[in-house]
């Protein structure tokens, strides 16, 4: 085929062998289009003519033939015929050859299996070298397998001190990269140590294979010196060990000197504190193991394992969903109940229209939340440059479980777990004015009066044994139906709850309520309100059910009593009396007297919650005048931040939970049981502009978690539960069968566990300079005295029980830590970092939880959690004082951190800039290369 000079057409002959059978010339060409489609080959008379053959390119031989006068040919050799094709270039017959041989499915095919090949001989190399020992990734070795551990020293003068090592593997002529460390075990220290593994019965990996492990800059990737050689060299070598010069490309030998150290002594299993961190993930459907980094330090005594891990928490979205329900549990049944009071005088018809104003504005807010999240399939956390967005206010920014794992030579295992989350700040409400200072300037502690909460319990209380008895009723029902044995029992408890009814209906507070509603009565006018149907279609939430309580996301809450129907004018005592006479006869009335029973209740309990309600009508009308009024926000941002804060309490302490278990720590269950659970909380906001503003929401909330109490119960780990009020809630927490047999006692009973938080803070950055220099530093220093007086009420607590009492407690060295806490909290130091490091080290010695934060837990929080971090390992694994930088460095480089800042924000890097960096404390600066993100 001769290519045209206008477009692409061919001339084309086609061989047939009848022809030359018959002695006939076949030689003879024809102008054809060409366009080759996959493996089929089209032909036209003309460009854009309609189509005259079709052939399939399959089961044939292309190759070049001589040239001739019309061009540069080539040959398609099929069975039963050849096809002649002619080009005015030979580059272009070549690229024609090229594209006709690897079209056919044949070739594809070849390709597709070298391709598969070749994908599972690097999947194998990455799963046999893999420096990480996380759970998913990290593959036993087998008796073959080879440990070379490589050893580097370079000059003291050497242009750099970020290095990393490489492995390449001699294939085919070719140096192939094999693998390349992602970890920098030094920084100013030029020594460093890195594992390869190998097995040697691999078909890429013999003793023989030549290996050539090199040394790069770590900033620029320059190559700074290699060296070449095998595993039959190492293993020949005095105690396989070979210690040889490191040369460059230009041939020069005295560049530094490594060490290949051949070894097989490795154990053949994962070390101890994987399995417990596999135990606790195959536990706990809740947690998802995001990401993992594995490394190797070298202590006094000899190297350990350190693992970090990264775990998202279910609870970051479904507890925010739940508390939203939760919240509008308690706001449906106010409201209705406000709709309800149409026998009110008509002076009460602006104040109940103005209630039932503010709270709708705050339902808004909570059903386009709940609306989001109920629908909401994506990962389970809140991404940092999501902070602004109105759906996502009730849940905590980039809520993470940090987990460092140490194990050394003996398989000993320690696991030290962090919670890091962004400020607990109502990003899309701005930052005019914080929870604290609007508190502050109406001179209030807390958004609503101790009457207001009195009032709330009191209604939680009525709805929670009403709700009780309605139990009861269904389970009677049943018993009377099928007749069971335990009827009588069944009977006397439902009598016992009646009798507790009764009892609260009479207390002062609900006489009082019921009389003030009577007295605001009007004989002769009614109001004007109407009741209103909150079921919107936008949201299809339905209010139907007994009390605002949540069994658990997506259950809906409940109404006090629901449908009263009409009151009947029997006496309680009387139908009480009935009914237990109908159980022991087993009279066939049973079920009748039992309705009668209840039918009497209902006016009591009716006339009780409108009491109650008016009561907080007034209450909550009075707190609008002089609060809300002024402030209309202020119970949206309360709501929010709380939302994030409580999630936070949760997911901290559920950890806790598993950690103690998996280290079967009876001390902290008993702690729990006498004392209640610490959380510390550590701060890294400074105070100035913004951060000022989320640093007092966040101190409010924190403040506010401490009304809060943990119940435990027997259901399935993870499932919980939300009661009590808007702000002082009880977090019901199920643990499974196997946690739950060796609670305490108190426990199995259902104590409640008092909630201790403990707020410290410093600011690190330039804004905190600024503040510093500009005299409004005073908010972090009132948080640190508060948060100290805090901590010794509870170390004072824990120093006497576990004295008392035996317990194993590291009583000593918190009475070492305590007085130097006292005194740097007192002095106020800029950028007093010691501080925090001291504190984290007494609540870990106290058995309690930690929380880390910043504004998006990403930067600030990544240089906190790695010292402290490093710290431990210094503190409690005798990491050698040489290599403490040299693993801070790997951390912050390599470790999970900047996994974290990625999935944030698509940049693997700190947002950190050189004058920031100036700025930080020494302990807090990035190693070179790991910051200059530009999204916070």
């Not at 580059?91 to 597709?112: G, N, Q």
Request: glycine share 6%; proline share 2%.
């Amino acid at each position: 085929a001769v290519v045209s000079t206008q477009s692409t057409g061919f001339y084309l002959s086609v061989y047939d062998f009848a022809a030359e059978r018959k002695g006939s010339n076949w030689e003879q060409y024809t102008r054809r289009w060409v366009c080759l489609v996959n493996n089929i080959l089209l032909t036209s008379k003309e460009e854009k003519g309609s189509l005259e053959t079709v052939m399939l390119l399959e089961n044939f031989t292309v190759e070049l033939c001589q040239s001739n006068s019309h061009g540069y040919g080539i040959k398609l050799d099929f069975q039963t015929s050849d096809y002649h094709m002619y080009c005015s270039s030979k580059e272009i017959a070549e690229k024609w050859v090229a594209a006709v041989s690897d079209c056919s499915y044949m070739a594809l095919y070849r390709r597709w299996k070298s391709l598969q090949v070749e994908y599972n001989s690097l999947l194998a190399q990455q799963n046999r070298i893999s420096k990480c020992y996380g759970i998913e990734e990290y593959m036993l070795p087998t008796d073959n397998t080879r440990e070379v551990v490589v050893s580097c020293e370079l000059p003291v003068n050497c242009p750099t001190q970020h290095t990393f090592a490489s492995l390449y593997l001699l294939q085919f002529e070719k140096w192939v990269l094999w693998y390349q460390t992602e970890s920098v075990d030094h920084t100013l220290s030029p020594h460093y140590t890195k594992t390869f593994h190998f097995e040697v019965d691999d078909k890429n990996v013999r003793d023989e294979s030549s290996l050539k492990f090199c040394i790069n800059n770590m900033t620029t990737g320059t190559l700074l010196g290699y060296v070449v050689t095998d595993i039959k060299n190492i293993q020949a070598a005095k105690d396989s060990k070979l210690i040889a010069n490191l040369q460059d490309d230009l041939g020069n030998n005295n560049v530094g000197v490594i060490t290949l150290e051949l070894s097989s002594s490795y154990d053949n299993k994962l070390p101890t504190s994987h399995r417990s961190l596999q135990h606790l993930v195959s536990n706990s459907p809740s947690l998802k193991l995001d990401f993992h980094r594995g490394f190797m330090f070298q202590t006094t005594r000899d190297k350990i394992h350190v693992s970090e891990q990264l775990w998202e928490h279910a609870a970051s979205i479904a507890l925010p969903l739940a508390y939203i329900e939760f919240l509008l549990g308690m706001k449906e049944q106010v409201i209705s109940s406000f709709e309800e009071f149409t026998t009110l005088d008509q002076i009460y018809d602006p104040m109940i229209a103005q209630m039932i104003t503010h709270h709708e504005t705050s339902l808004l807010s909570m059903l386009r939340a709940k609306k989001f999240l109920s629908s909401y399939d994506g990962p389970l956390f809140r991404k940092s440059v999501c902070k602004k967005e109105s759906e996502w206010q009730y849940t905590p920014v980039n809520l993470a479980i940090y987990v460092l794992g140490v194990c050394d030579i003996e398989e000993a295992e320690t696991n030290y777990f962090t919670t890091t989350v962004g400020a607990f700040a109502s990003h899309g409400l701005g930052y005019k004015q914080s929870l604290q200072s609007a508190l502050a300037a109406a001179g209030k502690t807390s958004l609503y009066s101790t009457r207001h909460d009195k009032i709330m319990t009191n209604i939680d209380t009525l709805c929670r044994i009403w709700g009780d008895i309605e139990l009861y009723k269904q389970t009677l029902i049943d018993s009377i139906a099928l007749e069971n044995s335990d009827l009588y029992d069944l009977a006397v408890s439902l009598t016992t709850k009646i009798s507790d009814l009764t009892e609260f209906c009479k207390t002062g507070e609900i006489v009082t309520g019921v009389q003030m509603k009577e007295q605001a009565e009007s004989t002769s006018c009614f109001s004007t309100l109407r009741a209103r149907n909150w079921s919107t279609p936008e949201t299809d939430y339905v209010w139907d059910g007994e009390r605002y309580r949540v069994k658990s996301v997506g259950s809906r809450p409940s109404s006090i009593v629901g449908d009263m129907g009409t009151a009947q004018e029997t006496d309680i005592t009387i139908a009480i009396t009935n009914f237990i006479l109908a159980v022991e006869k087993k009279s066939k009335t049973i079920g009748r007297d039992l309705l009668r029973m209840l039918a009497s209740l209902e006016p009591l309990v009716t006339q009780s919650r409108q009491g109650l309600m008016f009561m907080l009508l007034l209450e909550e009308n009075k707190i609008f005048n002089s609060f809300f009024s002024a402030t209309p926000e202020m119970e949206v941002r309360m709501n929010q931040c709380f939302s994030q804060g409580l999630t936070t309490l949760y997911t901290a302490f559920h950890i806790s939970l598993l950690d103690a278990f998996s280290r079967e720590d009876m001390t902290f269950f008993k702690v729990l049981e006498n004392i209640g659970f610490l959380v510390q909380f550590q701060s890294l906001l400074s105070t100035h502009s913004a951060e000022l503003a989320m640093l007092e929401d966040h101190w409010i909330t924190i403040n506010s978690l401490s009304n809060c109490k943990i119940v435990l119960t027997s259901e399935e780990l993870g499932e919980f539960e939300l009661s009590g009020l808007a702000h002082r809630v009880t977090l019901s927490i199920g643990v499974g069968q196997d946690i739950w047999r060796i609670l305490p006692a108190g426990l199995k009973n259902q104590k409640p566990v008092p909630v201790s938080t403990v707020l410290f803070t410093k600011g690190v950055n330039e804004q905190q300079m600024l503040s510093e220099r500009v005299g409004t530093n005073n908010m972090e220093h009132t948080i640190n005295i508060d948060g100290l007086c805090k901590l010794e009420v509870y170390y004072m607590m824990y120093k006497e029980y576990v004295t008392q009492n035996n317990i194993p407690g590291d009583v000593e060295k918190l009475d070492a830590l305590i007085t130097p806490i006292c005194k740097h909290a007192r002095a106020h130091v800029f950028k007093d970092v010691k501080l925090l490091s001291m504190v984290d080290e007494a609540v870990r010695l106290m058995g309690g939880a930690r929380v880390t934060s910043c504004k998006s837990a990403k930067d600030r929080t990544a240089m906190s959690v790695t010292y402290e971090s490093v710290s431990v390992l210094s503190r409690e694994h005798c990491l050698v004082a040489s290599g403490f930088s040299n693993a801070l460095s790997a951390l912050r480089s390599h470790g999970v951190r900047p996994l974290n800042c990625k999935k944030n924000t698509g940049s693997g890097k700190y947002a950190f800039n050189g004058f920031q960096l100036k700025i930080l404390p020494k302990e807090y600066r990035p190693p070179m290369g790991s910051y200059g993100g530009k999204i916070t």
